[in-house]
C-alpha cells in the first residue's frame, strides 16, 4: 500500500517532463551543419542580382560614353557649313533673295536692304540702302499715286491722288483724299491734305 503512491508520483513526473519536451521540440533551433538555418528568400535573391547587375551596366556606360564637354573643334568646317557661309554672303540682308552682284546669280537688286528685293508689294516714302525707291527691283520707280481725279460710280467714290504737278518719289505734295459725304450719297469729293509721295 506504500509504493502506490510513490510508483504513481514519479510515472505522473515523467509524464510532465515529456510533454513539456514534446511542446518545445517545434521552437527549438536546429544546430550543426546549417540544416536549421533559414534558406535565403526568392525577393533577397533577386534584389541582389538586380544590384550586381546594375552595377555591371553602370561600369560599362561609363567606359564607352563620351564625356560632356566634348565637341567638334571650332576649326572643323563641313561642306554643309562652306555652304551656308556662302549663301550668307550672296543674302546678306536675310530676306531670302540671293543677290545680283558677286557671282551670287540672285535678283536682289540690293542685298543691304531687306525690304528691296523681288515681288515688294509695298510703297516707301524713304529711298533705299543702295539710293533710289525701285523696291520691287523691276528697274524702275513707280509712284504710289498718280494725279487726283475723283469719280462716283455704284455708291463707291475713287480717285484718290495728287493735285498737280504731282511729286516725285519721297518729295511732298497736295494729297486728296476721295469719298462719299455724309449729305449726298450721289456725290463724290476730295479733301486735300500735304503727303509724301510713296513708290517702289
Not at 505522473?12 to 546549417?34: F, K, V
Not at 497736295?174 to 449729305?183: G, M, Q
Request: aromatic content about 8%; glycine content about 12%.
Amino acid at each position: 500500500m506504500v509504493r502506490r503512491p510513490a510508483l504513481a508520483a514519479a510515472w505522473g513526473i515523467g509524464l510532465c517532463a515529456c510533454a513539456l519536451d514534446m511542446a518545445g521540440l517545434g521552437e527549438r533551433p536546429l544546430l550543426g551543419n546549417g540544416a536549421g538555418t533559414a534558406a535565403p528568400s526568392e525577393a533577397s535573391t533577386a534584389d541582389e542580382t538586380s544590384t550586381e547587375a546594375d552595377a555591371r551596366e553602370d561600369a560599362a556606360l561609363g567606359d564607352t560614353s563620351t564625356p560632356i564637354g566634348d565637341a567638334v573643334s571650332p576649326t572643323d568646317t563641313s561642306p554643309a557649313d562652306a555652304h551656308s557661309d556662302s549663301a550668307a554672303l550672296c543674302d546678306e540682308d536675310g530676306d531670302g533673295y540671293l543677290s545680283t552682284t558677286g557671282g551670287c546669280g540672285g535678283n536682289d537688286c540690293c542685298d543691304q536692304d531687306a525690304h528691296v528685293h523681288p515681288g515688294q508689294e509695298s510703297y516707301f516714302t524713304k529711298a533705299g540702302a543702295c539710293g533710289g525707291y525701285d523696291y520691287d527691283c523691276d528697274g524702275k520707280e513707280t509712284a504710289e499715286y498718280g494725279a487726283a481725279n475723283c469719280q462716283w460710280s455704284a455708291f463707291s467714290c475713287s480717285g484718290d491722288g495728287f493735285a498737280a504737278p504731282t511729286p516725285s518719289c519721297g518729295a511732298f505734295g497736295t494729297f486728296t483724299s476721295c469719298s462719299i459725304p455724309w449729305y449726298d450719297a450721289f456725290t463724290c469729293v476730295g479733301a486735300n491734305a500735304s503727303q509724301a509721295q510713296a513708290c517702289r
